[in-house]
């Protein structure tokens, strides 16, 4: 069982950046697939980003390829998710979330292969 805590959401303006960041703990995070989904209001959570278990394959929604970038430290038990060029359509709660895998290269890109979540954290980017 993992324990993820998301941080580094806020308000900012178009055009800005900001930094998501999710702590995991209570498991060993690098057996781990990691996700990052959003959810605006009124609209279904889709996936935004998504990582192998070592970091060496990603996956990005097309609304945000070129913009966004996922990362993670395994020492520090922490994946990131880089937002630049951000838009007000990219406002939203922002969650992380793990999947045990076991082949290294697995990513996962739907939220029902996903069984840990965060709380979330909620990013608005003004127009």
């Known amino acids: 069982q993992v324990q993820l805590v998301e941080s580094g959401g806020g308000l900012v303006q178009a055009g800005g950046s900001l930094r998501l960041s999710c702590a995991a703990s209570?498991?060993?995070?690098?057996?781990?697939?990691m996700g990052w989904f959003r959810q605006a209001p009124g609209k279904e959570r889709q996936i935004v980003a998504a990582?192998?278990?070592?970091?060496?394959?990603?996956y990005y929604a097309d609304s945000v390829k070129g913009r966004f970038t996922i990362s993670r430290d395994n020492a520090k038990n922490t994946v990131y998710l880089q937002m630049n060029s951000l838009k007000p359509e990219d406002t939203a709660v922002y969650y992380c979330?793990?999947?045990?895998?076991?082949?290294?290269?697995?990513?996962?890109?739907?939220?029902?292969?996903?069984?840990?979540w965060g709380q979330g954290t909620q990013v608005t980017v003004s127009s």
């Open positions: 979330a793990a999947s045990a895998v076991v082949i290294d290269t697995t990513v996962r890109t739907t939220s029902k292969d996903y069984r840990y």
């Open positions: 209570g498991s060993t995070f690098s057996t781990y697939a």
């Open positions: 990582i192998s278990k070592s970091g060496g394959r990603t």
